[in-house]
């Protein structure tokens, strides 16, 4: 499969750290552009997260989703999302997002995802949760936008 290379990690953006194994996450620091009027994360928000947790999941797993695209004319988009949201994080917060597969299909495959507090900045519980969450994400053939069967090589590394 032409798509799968060696992870590469790389910093994006507010993402500070990648840890790919024994569990995968990211680090994401929340600045003030993040927060709404009274100094909390806005709630959307939690979903770019987790979007990023999702895509550096990825190529950690050596799947480049450009590559993907422009080859296999493959796509991934949500298809639905489930949130619990279960504390507040505030501006300077640092967070550990990860993300886990939990099921693969022919055409999808479901995330379970967390946020937690990794360095609060107002000394509050490390490790406290703050967001979990189940994604689903669905392959889709790029031209048609209907759905597709995920590539073989890369449904057998998220299986494993």
């Not at 995968?24 to 709630?43: A, L, W």
């Not at 790029?142 to 494993?160: E, R, V, Y």
Request: charged share 20%.
């Amino acid at each position: 499969m032409a798509n799968v290379r060696a992870p590469q990690i790389q910093v994006y953006d507010s993402v500070t750290e990648v840890v790919c194994e024994p569990e995968f996450s990211i680090k994401v620091r929340i600045y003030y552009e993040d927060t709404d009027f009274g100094g909390v994360v806005f709630y959307a928000n939690y979903l770019k997260y987790m979007e990023r947790a999702r895509t550096e999941f990825l190529r950690c797993k050596g799947v480049n989703q450009s590559e993907l695209f422009a080859q296999e004319r493959r796509l991934f988009v949500v298809k639905s999302a489930q949130l619990d949201y279960l504390s507040a994080a505030r501006f300077d917060d640092l967070l550990s997002v990860t993300a886990e597969v939990a099921t693969v299909r022919r055409a999808s495959m479901q995330f379970v995802q967390h946020c937690t507090q990794a360095q609060p900045a107002d000394g509050a519980q490390i490790g406290k949760p703050v967001v979990s969450a189940r994604v689903t994400i669905a392959c889709l053939d790029a031209d048609s936008f209907k759905p597709c069967a995920i590539p073989g090589a890369l449904k057998m590394s998220l299986s494993h």
